[in-house]
């Protein structure tokens, strides 16, 4: 675990009472005596984004879709800061001009995964960090079921995406219903390990997400806010590119491939390429086909919300 490079931001620490500490947490039976902050939390509603660590291109598409759906809908998305699912989240999130908060197992200085160091510093910079440890804390085996009940508390609605039958994610959603708030679960192919935990939330009265507009109509939100910004149609993907997207429009080529074929042409994490894709697919600029495959596409106007995530 990497202590984080010095930011411009200090860690400021919160206690119950005090403006800023969040009302949510402080109602909690066994609350948090402090809080250490880097960031700024944003008001909620908030959805919480969790499952598993090690997903598969299916999970990180499904995560990735509703980050960016929700945040251009304006609600923030939380998720625990671990590798997979809750990364593809936070990521997306953040790609659509969201505010999300990656609640830490460590201090908000320490970076863990280590992979996560600069997705850590640009959330400290656009979004939150949120941790119980103080500064300079490494992630203890303990420390993580304990954070669920944060991530949990802090949001209006739990989402799990990929998970093992014994999966942490399913801790955060026992706690988010045991708190009375909604759970819901993204489904997966039948007979994978992958797909028991939420199989088994489903056959318990979990609500079934296909996208975005299930989330947020899961908490009486207009799902046609989340529409997504695209391209005029005809447009060529020249100096609209994103640097990043330019690069994986270029690693594309012609042929549809899987995104670990992406991810070896790039270098770039699996996270990071699943997030780009979405929003690529929202400008028209990649197409989704059978067998999580992608290719090159013509820029179109952005269909509704769930899209990305139904198509997996």
């Known amino acids: 675990m990497a202590p984080m490079k010095a930011a411009a931001d200090t860690p400021r620490v919160l206690t119950p009472g005090q403006p800023g500490f969040p009302p949510e947490l402080a109602a909690l039976r066994d609350a948090p005596a402090c809080l250490w902050l880097r960031g700024e939390l944003p008001p909620g509603p908030r959805v919480a984004v969790v499952g598993a660590r090690r997903a598969d291109a299916y999970g ?13 809908a304006g609600v923030p998305v939380v998720s625990g800061g671990a590798a997979g699912v809750d990364t593809a989240a936070l990521e997306a999130c953040l790609q659509a001009g969201g505010r999300p908060v990656a609640v830490l197992g460590t201090g908000v200085d320490v970076a863990y995964p280590t ?11 656009e979004g939150a960090l949120l941790s119980e440890y103080p500064p300079g804390s490494q992630g203890l085996r303990h420390h993580f079921p304990e954070r669920n009940r944060l991530v949990a508390a802090l949001a209006a609605a739990v989402v799990v995406v990929r998970a093992a039958p014994r999966s942490g994610s399913l801790i955060t959603a026992r706690l988010a219903r045991a708190q009375g708030r909604p759970v819901l679960a993204v489904p997966g192919p039948a007979g994978e390990e992958l797909s028991a935990g939420c199989h088994a ?9 296909e996208g975005p507009a299930d989330v947020l109509g899961a908490l009486g939100l207009d799902g046609r806010r989340a529409a997504a910004s695209a391209r ?3 447009a060529p993907p020249g100096p609209a590119l ?3 997207e330019r690069e994986l429009w270029e690693a594309l080529g012609a042929e549809a491939c899987p995104v670990d074929t992406l991810v070896d042409r790039t270098g770039w994490g699996s996270a990071r390429v699943a997030a780009l894709l979405l929003q690529m697919e929202c400008k028209g600029l990649v197409e989704h086909r059978p067998g999580m495959r992608y290719c090159r596409g013509a820029p179109r106007a952005a269909s509704g919300a769930g899209q990305g995530a139904s198509q997996a």
């Open 60 to 72: 990180l598409q499904a995560a990735a879709e509703l980050g960016a759906g929700l945040a251009r």
């Open 115 to 125: 992979g996560n160091q600069a997705l850590f510093a640009r959330l400290a910079a």
């Open 201 to 209: 939330l489903l056959r318990q009265g979990a609500q079934l997400v």
């Open 232 to 234: 005029p149609a005809g």
């Open 242 to 244: 994103e640097p990043d």
